[in-house]
């Protein structure tokens, strides 16, 4: 491992949904605000749980565990893309 590699979470790889603001009251009367949150597009345009099943057929690289952590190094990512987009090629 060179201290170039970059990490990604499963946040970087995979769509996010939008999230509508919310207003929670707590047991004890207080107000809670949640924030909205834009819909994202990972680098893969996958779901997470689409992503899951890749892994676990191993069709897409397995995550490394930090701590509680999921995390994929990029180079992996990156060689998996390209294997993928020249199969595509080679398809048409």
Do not use: C
């Not at 490394?64 to 992996?76: D, N, P, T, Y």
């Amino acid at each position: 491992m060179t201290l170039n590699d970059q990490y990604l979470r499963m946040a970087d790889l995979a769509n996010q949904p939008a999230r509508a603001a919310k207003t929670h009251t707590t047991k004890s009367g207080q107000k809670r605000n949640v924030t909205t949150k834009p819909a994202t597009r990972g680098i893969t345009g996958f779901s997470t749980k689409h992503i899951y099943h890749l892994i676990k057929n191993r069709q897409f690289p397995a995550p490394i565990k930090i701590g509680h952590a999921s995390v994929w190094r990029l180079s992996e990512i990156n060689k998996w893309l390209d294997s993928h987009s020249q199969a595509n090629n080679s398809e048409a």
